[in-house]
């Protein structure tokens, strides 16, 4: 005996508001008896501590409760006996908030995880092992105004870093770039985009990568821990590049581990680009970009988004 759940919509991608509606599917050799079928639809906001946060708040050990969003359960069967064959078995439920509670879009994160699943358990008669079978959906949320666009140029010199003595400044190789990122406001279902020049540079250039960042903060108002992880990087120029010549800036924001730049009352979760130059001599050369995501209809994401 096997479970299976199959959801009308093949890409599993829903909004806050509709029906979630499938089929459970008994498959049997022969007729197999059981003690009840029920199935579990559950939305859930996962909160984890990085080993150098925990002990630091005791508030933490509160705040970081896993949330839960959303709780329906049914029970298809109360027991009896399924046929030989496949049995299919119609459910549907409405995605609405339990009380007091916002429907969240679909994040897997290092210390954020927003997830929601269809669970079906079948009790099974004593010395038969009990069935379970859980499929995992995604909510997206639309933006329903689009936010403008915020053209971001740049230029990196010595003078220019952060975090950087004032005293060191004259021992780091003169360097000048110039650039802009179309917008700091992004479409997530569109790439980012750009463009960079590198007007001078006494050093060698080894190559020059473009990293996407996630910033998850968790907590309450009596403290929190704030951690930046990597999502992905990639190189947009290897080796000594040829100066003054423009280099295209081009990263497609990757699903589920991106999600539409959210704050919530124990959790936030942000995004920055990170350009970085890798100099011959092993040096590293960092801008910081903050930057806000968003999620607009796939019709607007068409043009300037």
């Known amino acids: 005996m096997s479970l299976d759940i199959r959801l009308k919509r093949f890409d599993r991608i ?21 003690n009840g079928l029920k199935i579990v639809m559950e939305g859930n906001v996962g909160l984890q501590l990085s080993a150098k946060s ?16 959303l709780f329906f359960s049914v029970e298809l069967s109360k027991g009896g006996k399924f046929e030989d064959g496949d049995t299919e078995i119609p459910f549907e439920f409405k995605l609405e908030p339990l009380p007091g509670q916002t429907l969240y879009e679909t994040y897997h994160g290092v210390f954020v995880n927003i997830q929601y699943l269809i669970r079906v358990d079948m009790q099974r008669p004593m010395l038969a092992k009990n069935l379970q079978k859980t499929l995992e959906f995604i909510i997206e949320i639309k933006n329903p105004e689009k936010p403008a666009l915020t053209p971001t140029p ?43 020049t590198l007007l ?40 000594d590049v040829t100066r003054n010549t423009a280099i295209p800036i081009f990263m497609v924001f990757p699903r589920l581990f991106t999600c539409p730049t959210l704050a919530a009352k124990t959790f936030k979760i942000e995004f920055e680009i990170n ?11 960092t801008e910081n970009f903050p930057i806000k995501l968003f999620r607009c209809n796939e019709t607007d994401a068409i043009g300037s988004y």
């Open 14 to 34: 829903y909004s806050p508001g509709e029906t979630v509606a499938g089929v459970v599917v008994v498959s049997t050799k022969g007729r197999m008896a059981h």
């Open 54 to 69: 925990v002990g630091l708040f005791e508030a933490f050990y509160n705040s970081v409760k896993p949330v839960q969003m």
């Open 154 to 196: 740049f230029t990196i010199t010595p003078d220019s870093l952060e975090n950087v003595k004032k005293t060191s400044i004259p021992n780091i190789p003169k360097f000048k770039i110039e650039g802009k990122l179309d917008s700091a406001v992004c479409n997530i279902n569109r790439p980012l985009t750009g463009q960079l």
């Open 200 to 239: 001078e540079s006494v050093a060698t250039i080894k190559s020059i990568e473009l990293q996407l960042v996630r910033v998850e903060t968790c907590g309450c108002a009596d403290g929190y821990a704030k951690e930046a992880t990597e999502i992905q990087n990639i190189q947009i120029a290897d080796g």
């Open 275 to 285: 350009l970085v130059v890798m100099l011959q001599d092993g040096h590293l050369i």
